[in-house]
């Protein structure tokens, strides 16, 4: 950044200007300097300190999920090169392409429960990242149900066979080995256990309650730093333990009962219940902060808009006044020693992928032909009209295809 302090001194002014937009080495810039980078972030152009954590907000809304607002997705990159997704809600997908991260640094999804706002487009990027350059198995963590049947393990090999269509006929084209999904299901009532520890990176998970059983809060500790995610939960007693001294506790908070009714389209009875029964209203937000003491706490789960967002502050207010981020889609957080910044990620809509260090394996040449012959003899021959195309493109790249 260059700083300059500009003199008027008689006529010496106009070789000034000459000097300041052309510069010594005959560059030209600008006269007004360049404006201070603490408002926004854009995505890839900051390398992260060693000691450091950003949290990109790329779903903080609710299960309805708007363009403005995707559902819960929240993105975790390290200052050790570790990147992690907690949640994937509907819409949160276009939010995480924008953030052009290669998709072989996406490949950790925690699941904090099963609810399609936690992981409706999980089948965004599974197919989405396979085909632009995952080059490995997606691989998905997530809590065990009162039942099998309601846990990650049956959700995720039920993901696989209803999506078997898309599976096989990508997997007849392209590598097979990024369609496949591992999954790491652990045991809800688990408290404050370890579900993941790798690279100095430790998950933590402990009991959410919720509107049946299995859902968990998850803690992320690295370097010494702790973050903590509730997940959708009513305020518990695991959280005022185990999420104590936390730098960043991204909690839920409900609209307000009243904007359930207002804006929600809820019945009454439900508005009150859906806000502070099986989940968490403002003013209960902020007695579990006012007790954990966070130096941050995020409160997401919730449409933030000019209508809502006075309400959600009177609420949090009456029982807390520390630190608070009201969340918003494309909000980023950079978690340091010395303090913690938010600011507003600007990122394209039309982002493409980025590559990444790897290149995405050869097709199998044994998977078997999802064509028939029935449908192939339908085939309009269009070579001719293909042929200006095809031999550019061969002789480029040395092929004969
Ligand atoms: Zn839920
Ligand atoms: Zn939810």
């Known amino acids: 950044m260059q700083r300059t302090i500009v003199a008027f001194i008689g006529g010496a002014v106009v070789t000034l200007a000459v000097l300041l937009l052309v510069g010594a080495g005959g560059k030209v810039t600008s006269p007004t300097g360049t404006a201070p980078d603490r408002y926004v972030y854009y995505p890839g152009t900051e390398a992260l300190e060693p000691d450091e954590i950003r949290i990109t907000a790329c779903g903080t809304g ?146 959410a309650i919720h509107a049946g059983d299995g859902p968990v809060s998850l803690a992320l500790e690295w370097n010494g730093y702790k973050i903590v995610y509730s997940g959708d939960t009513t305020p518990t007693n695991w959280t ?18 009243d904007d359930m009714v207002k804006f929600y389209n809820q019945p009454p009875q439900l508005g009150i219940r859906a806000s502070c029964g099986f989940h968490t209203c403002p003013p209960a937000f902020g007695k579990v902060m006012s007790i954990v003491k966070p130096r941050l706490a995020v409160m997401f789960h919730w449409f933030n808009e000019e209508g809502t967002r006075y309400n959600q502050y009177d609420g949090v207010r009456q029982t807390y006044d520390g630190p608070v981020s009201m969340a918003t889609d494309m909000m980023v957080w950079n978690v340091r020693r010395d303090e913690i910044i938010e600011r507003m990620a600007v ?37 001719e009209a293909e042929k200006q195309t095809r031999d550019a493109y061969n002789k480029k790249y040395g092929l004969n295809e």
């Open 240 to 257: 005022l333990e185990y999420a104590k001294d936390a730098d960043v506790v991204i909690h839920e908070s409900m609209p307000m009962p």
């Open 347 to 383: 990122s394209p809509d039309n982002a493409w992928d980025v590559p990444g260090p790897g290149r995405p394996g050869a097709p199998d040449p044994d998977f078997p032909s999802q064509n028939t012959d029935f449908i192939l003899q339908g085939r309009f021959d269009t070579t």
């Open 62 to 207: 609710l299960p309805a999920a708007r363009r403005g607002q995707a559902a819960s997705c929240f993105l975790f990159e390290l200052g050790n090169g570790d990147k992690f997704l907690f949640d994937i809600g509907t819409g949160s997908m276009a939010n995480i392409a924008s953030m052009m991260i290669p998709m072989d640094f996406l490949t950790k999804v925690f699941i904090s429960h099963l609810h399609t706002d936690h992981w409706g487009d999980l089948a965004g990027l599974w197919a989405g990242g396979w085909t632009a350059g995952r080059t490995v198995p997606l691989e998905v963590w997530g809590p065990s149900g009162a039942r099998p049947d309601m846990g990650t393990k049956h959700a995720i090999e039920h993901f696989i066979q209803t999506y078997n269509w898309d599976y096989m006929t990508r997997a007849a084209k392209i590598s097979p080995v990024p369609g496949q999904i591992t999954v790491h299901e652990f045991d809800y009532k688990g408290e404050n256990k370890i579900i993941y520890q790798e690279n100095g990176v430790t998950v933590r998970s402990w009991p």
